[in-house]
Each structure stands twice: as structure tokens, then as C-alpha cells.
T-cell receptor
């Protein structure tokens, strides 16, 4: 059974720092891995999607990597800003007919001015 | 602009009452999903639909019902059989059978009064 874990659960950093959020999964038979951002009381915003055949994706100051063999993904945020403060969620889409999303609990990020 | 619209943003339910949450998308996506989010828990799938007039139970379907009469619409009814309905409800859509991310609505917060 696929399980997704995100570490740390919470992170507080000063503005300008580069940071890494971690996501691990137990079954490497995935279709893709997605990173989302959620602001308090809001819906989810898709940040990056990495297909199972890819190693990384980049969007602006964000870079997500995928290592299927070790069951790990990282989300790298460069030069963090207070506006980056949010909860970041990782979700794995299983391979096969189901292709259900399996979610981590998220990392709550606070970037302090 | 294309997107998903959830309404209402806040909903209050009395004991024994059925309530319906609206979800409309204009993205021409085939698949639509309903998730429930509770503090300290990952997103849990309630129901999903990959085609009009067809839908499948997710992990926590008891006490909920859905319909998919139109491609654009996927309303969720929280029935009186759902004993703990207070939660944040999120609707999402995606393209079926493609490496394509999910698009989420802004959510509905349901509270039992």
C-alpha cells in the first residue's frame, strides 16, 4: 500500500534563505508526483508535476526532483520570500488503472521578514 | 478564465439536514473529484467521476452522494447519515489518461450547528 510522508511537518526560515522540502513514498510504481501549495482556508494550487520518467521540473524559483528508486522527491525553493508562506503538499499518482492520488500531510512553511 | 468554482464558500448544516455543495468547471476536463480535508489528516477521496453519468466511491463515501449529469458539474450532497460532516471540502478536475495535474477549487467549509 502506497504511503507518502513529508518531512518536516513545519519549517520556519528567515527571508532570503534557500530551503528544501522533502517527500518520500513507499512504492516506486508511480505515474507521477505532484507538488501543491495551500494557503490557509484556500484551495490547492498546482506547483509542479514530475512524470515518472523525469528527474526534475523547474518553475521560477521552484525546482522539484524525483528519485523513484529511493522513493524520494524534494522541492527546492530559492531565495524564499514571505509570500512563500503556506502549506506545501506532495501527492503521488499510482500507476495502473486506478491512478489514485495518495497524499502526504504537508509541510507548513513560514518565511519571516 | 478557465477554472473550478465551488459554492458556497461557507455552509452551515443543522442536525438531520441534507446539504449540497456545488462544483462547476469550464476546463473541459473529463474527470472530477471530491476530497475532504480535516486538520492533521491528509486529503481523503470521497467520490470521483471520469465520465458523465458515471461515478465511483472513494475511500470515505459513506454518508455522501453525488451526480454527474453534465460534464461541467459534479455536486456533492452531504446527507444526514454523515455523522461528522464538519470539514473543508475540495473539488478538483483533471484530464483522464494523461500526465496532467489536478486543478482545485477554492473549497467549501461546512460546519454543523
Amino acid at each position: 500500500k502506497q504511503e507518502v510522508t513529508q518531512i518536516p511537518a513545519a519549517l520556519s526560515v528567515p527571508e532570503g534563505e534557500n530551503l528544501v522540502l522533502n517527500c518520500s513514498f513507499t512504492d516506486s510504481a508511480i505515474y507521477n508526483l505532484q507538488w501543491f501549495r495551500q494557503d490557509p482556508g484556500k484551495g490547492l494550487t498546482s506547483l509542479l508535476l514530475i512524470q515518472s520518467s523525469q528527474r526534475e521540473q523547474t518553475s521560477g524559483r521552484l525546482n522539484a526532483s524525483l528519485d523513484k528508486s529511493s522513493g524520494r522527491s524534494t522541492l527546492y525553493i530559492a531565495a524564499s520570500q514571505p509570500g512563500d508562506s503556506a502549506t506545501y503538499l506532495c501527492a503521488v499518482q499510482n500507476a495502473g488503472n486506478n491512478r489514485k492520488l495518495i497524499w502526504g500531510l504537508g509541510t507548513s512553511l513560514a518565511v519571516n521578514p | 478564465d478557465g477554472g473550478i468554482t465551488q459554492s458556497p464558500k461557507y455552509l452551515f448544516r443543522k442536525e438531520g439536514q441534507n446539504v449540497t455543495l456545488s462544483c462547476e468547471q469550464n476546463l473541459n476536463h473529463d474527470a472530477m473529484y471530491w476530497y475532504r480535508q480535516d486538520p492533521g489528516q491528509g486529503l481523503r477521496l470521497i467520490y470521483y467521476s471520469q465520465i458523465v453519468n458515471d461515478f465511483q466511491k472513494g475511500d470515505i463515501a459513506e454518508g455522501y452522494s453525488v451526480s454527474r449529469e453534465k460534464k461541467e458539474s459534479f455536486p456533492l450532497t452531504v446527507t444526514s447519515a454523515q455523522k461528522n460532516p464538519t470539514a473543508f471540502y475540495l473539488c478538483a478536475s483533471s484530464i483522464v489518461n494523461a500526465n496532467y495535474g489536478y486543478t482545485f477549487g477554492s473549497g467549501t467549509r461546512l460546519t454543523v450547528v
